[in-house]
């Protein structure tokens, strides 16, 4: 039954202890008797509950010639044709990815016990342990591994059947986020490009002009950088939704592309001139702000950046931007590369949230007011003239 650590992807692990030279002993671990590939040793600094030892045996696996048996009707055996299956091939590359972090380790834990298994009741127990052990310290990993798991069943019994039902179903979740109030100011913005050296500036500048999303940042290149009657735009296909992107090049935005260097490519580099990753984007805006409040916390700078802003809360600060500009809802959703319906759903949410916003407001208020009084005064002459007639 499932629960055993040892358990590995379709064959049993083997593992060998060897005494070194020193007196000190040292485990090894590889993919399948025989196999000659060691995946992991007991000096790597992460043990079998880490998703580093899954995705290391998934490598080892992958490159072997000779591939291990799959035994059929194996949890692992129909893994194995999701992965293959059309359902599982048109999503997008990120989406597989992520999928696979989550296939792999329920791979790990259940590929040896037949798929019948989750026809039982008792398997939404050991499933829900399983979810727990792994993920218990985060609600949000938490919950995608149950959303993943319910996503291949359901494939199980629709499309594949191998079984004809199972009771991973209505999963409560337990990660709820509303974002909508995390709008960075302008001020803070500044405080960030005041912290920021010229390579980690651009990266700021792509986030909050452009609105671009983490894993976008890094992907820009000159090709992207189109003429436009009247200026230029950025336009490109977001990673995680494939739909069309189209942002004014604004004058910040135009000193990035135009301090690019001579035979450089990418728009926006990693701070050492490699491809910048998403995680690597975000963290420097985490450092900025922590760098910036340190000085905070020393004396040295008056006012916080709020600790509980990220750096993906930056799409929503250009969205508002755009919105304070007067741009319609297609305009926003597509310079933000949303769909009607989210562009609309997002900007009632955030647009109460800007405090400039409010103060716009006040300004018509009171132009209005001017014009009426104006019109009521015209109205007035008028009215004498009318009557001394």
Not at 238 to 259: C, F, H, M, Y
Request: overall charge positive; proline content about 4%; aromatic content about 8%.
């Amino acid at each position: 039954m499932p629960g055993n650590e040892n358990k590995t992807r379709i064959v049993g692990v083997h593992r060998v202890t060897k005494k070194l030279a020193d007196g000190t002993t040292r485990k090894y671990h590889y993919v399948f008797r025989g196999s000659g590939t060691c995946f992991w040793n007991s000096n790597q600094g992460f043990d079998e509950s880490d998703p580093r030892y899954v995705t290391a045996y998934d490598v080892a696996l992958r490159g072997l010639k000779v591939k291990p048996k799959v035994v059929e009707n194996s949890t692992a055996s129909v893994l194995e044709r999701y992965r293959e299956s059309r359902e599982f091939r048109k999503l997008k590359p990120r989406t597989q990815k992520d999928y696979n972090q989550f296939l792999n380790a329920f791979e790990v834990e259940f590929g040896e016990d037949p798929i019948s298994l989750f026809e039982e009741a008792e398997s939404l127990g050991e499933i829900r342990k399983w979810r727990s052990g792994k993920w218990g310290h985060s609600n949000k990993r938490y919950d995608y591994a149950g959303t993943v798991v319910t996503t291949f069943l359901n494939w199980c019994v629709n499309k594949d059947a191998a079984i004809k039902f199972h009771y991973h179903k209505g999963q409560e979740k337990l990660y709820k986020s509303d974002r909508s109030d995390m709008i960075w100011l302008p001020v803070e913005i500044r405080m960030l490009l005041a912290q920021a050296t010229p390579e980690e500036r651009r990266i700021v500048i792509a986030f909050s002009e452009g609105g671009l999303a983490p894993q976008d940042v890094g992907l820009l290149r000159r090709q992207h950088v189109q003429r436009t009657p009247e200026g230029r735009r950025l336009f490109f296909r977001r990673q995680k939704t494939n739909n069309p992107v189209s942002i004014p090049v604004t004058d910040a935005l135009g000193e990035l592309i135009d301090a690019m260097p001579d035979g450089q490519d990418l728009l926006v580099t990693s701070l050492t001139g490699l491809r910048l990753t998403s995680e690597r984007a975000s963290q420097v805006v985490r450092d900025l702000k922590d760098r910036h409040n340190a000085k905070v916390e020393a004396g040295d700078l008056p006012e916080r950046i709020r600790d509980e802003l990220r750096p993906y809360d930056l799409r929503g600060t250009a969205a508002t931007a755009l919105l304070r500009a007067g741009c319609s809802l297609n305009e926003i959703a597509v310079c933000m590369g949303w769909g009607l319906r989210h562009a609309a759903n997002v900007i009632e949410r955030y647009a109460a949230q800007v405090p400039e916003v409010t103060d716009e407001v006040h300004r018509k208020l009171k132009k209005a007011k001017k014009q009426a009084a104006k019109a009521e005064r015209k109205a007035r002459k008028m009215a004498a003239k009318r009557g001394g007639a």
